[in-house]
């Protein structure tokens, strides 16, 4: 067994540029390290595959930081800039832990299976039409600008019902508190967000429509009812988490092609191969490099390791799902492989709610796409860079240049 010392490492911020290099180097030592990140941040990472299922699905790793105390003040390293999540949007599914997991996502659950999300597959498809359409005519474009953001945003505020009027500022603030930005930045955007999402809710409260959003503000006494702090949180996860991931799979994805161009051409030639392409797209450059925060809520050992109680332990789904001990070569772009498990969508309870309208927006996305377009990266390849951020695995910005392929 090793000790804990041989594994302890200060991350620095060419992290988020390199993370598979770093992963690689981390498996290879061991399942579970112990790690600075490049805020400071005292945690444990799992990076190898079956420890990462263990411990996404083991409710020892508790996600209900209500009961943590000052976990993070207690584990940022000195000097390191400090930024804890706003506890108003907190009071989520995602931190929550059995028994109020269960209550909480049961009240969503049926609105999002994959059989409601296919009856929208009319309505992705417009939506991602009108998008190619402003496309045409332009010989260079932003992707994440002209169709992997603007898609799952709309989509999502279509579905709860959201004025799409502020869209972009929504944009701006769920970047701000999602990527590793300065504090001053992270309370402005948070108060914003709070305004914007208090505001919805008081809309819905005084004109009710026929969204999921609406029948949880409405729901009576009987029913389950959510508190003012409640409802705030599932709207913030659900806008949020509706979209900041999504625009990562399709951007991540094109890249992938552009950058294996003989899976390209495999898809392009045979269109059946698109719903294993998407799978390929989540394993080799899944939109989320560490899944959300977890905690020890008692000693926990695992491979080999024992984490005590009170630790910040984070699970790496990027290197999970590059572990060459589940998926052979796995750092090649396959989009035949078989990949069952993968764990782009994490596992266990708080698997993802969004991944049946993911999965079907990244399909129709990129498929539509490859119709309308050829597409190469505008610009040299080293000028791409990632998004500082501890969770998301995405593009700052993914310039192509197009050429229209004609009417189909
Ligand atoms: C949870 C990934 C899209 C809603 C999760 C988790 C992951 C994930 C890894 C679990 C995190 C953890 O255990 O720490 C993704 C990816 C997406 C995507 C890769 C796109 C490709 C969506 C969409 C929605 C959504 C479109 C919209 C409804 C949620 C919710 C949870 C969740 C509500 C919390 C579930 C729970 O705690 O029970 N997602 N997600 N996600 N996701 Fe997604």
């Known amino acids: 067994m090793q000790t804990t010392e041989a594994r302890f490492e200060k991350l620095g911020p060419e992290y988020q540029q390199e993370p598979h290099a770093v992963h690689e180097r981390l498996r290879a030592v061991g399942p579970v390290s112990e790690l600075v990140l490049p805020r400071g941040l005292k945690v444990w990472v799992v990076t190898r595959y079956e420890e990462a299922r263990i411990a ?55 609105a999002f299976t ?16 009108q998008l190619l359409d402003e496309m045409v005519g332009k010989s260079e474009v932003d992707l994440l600008d002209a169709l992997a953001f603007p898609l799952p945003i709309t989509v999502i505020c279509e579905l709860l019902d959201v004025p799409m009027d502020q869209r972009d500022d929504f944009r701006v603030w769920s ?15 948070a108060a914003s967000m709070y305004a914007f999402l208090a505001a919805l809710i ?16 409405h729901a009576s006494e009987d029913d389950d009812r959510l ?19 999504t625009v990562n ?34 394993r ?20 080999g390791v024992t984490i005590p109680a009170g630790e910040i332990a984070l699970v790496s789904l990027l290197g999970a799902n ?62 791409l860079r990632w998004r500082e951020s501890t969770l998301l695995h995405g593009l700052e910005r993914f310039p192509v240049s197009l050429s229209d392929r004609g009417p189909r």
């Open 202 to 217: 008081e809309s819905k409260r005084a004109t009710p429509g026929d969204d999921i959003f609406s029948a949880l503000v």
């Open 249 to 282: 799979l399709i951007g991540n994805g094109v890249l992938a092609l552009l950058r294996n161009p003989d899976q390209l051409a495999a898809l392009r030639a045979d269109r059946s191969l698109l719903p294993g392409a998407v799978e390929e797209f989540l």
């Open 56 to 110: 996404l699905s083991d409710n020892r790793f508790s996600k209900d930081f209500s009961k943590a105390g000052d976990l993070f003040g207690r584990h940022l390293q000195p000097g390191a800039p400090r930024r804890e999540f706003d506890q108003s949007f907190a009071s989520h599914m995602l931190n929550s832990d059995p028994p109020a997991h269960n209550r909480l996502r049961k009240l969503v659950n049926k």
């Open 175 to 189: 970047g701000t508190l999602l990527t590793d930005s300065k504090q001053e930045d992270v309370d402005a955007a």
């Open 322 to 383: 590059r572990d060459p001990e589940k998926f052979p070569e796995p750092d090649r772009m396959d989009i035949t492989r078989q990949t069952g498990g993968h764990v782009a969508f994490g596992h266990g309870i708080h698997f993802c709610l969004g991944a049946p309208l993911a999965r079907l927006e990244g399909a129709i996305a990129v498929g539509s796409l490859l119709d309308r377009f050829d597409i190469e990266l505008a610009g040299e390849p080293e000028t």
């Open 227 to 245: 508190d003012q702090t409640e409802l705030i949180s599932m709207a913030f996860l659900l806008l949020v988490a509706g979209h900041e991931t």
């Open 114 to 129: 994959a059989r409601r999300m296919e009856a929208l597959r009319p309505r992705i498809q417009e939506i991602t039409d």
């Open 284 to 303: 080799l450059d899944g939109p989320i490099n560490l899944a959300t925060f977890r905690y020890t809520s008692e000693d926990v050992e695992l491979g």
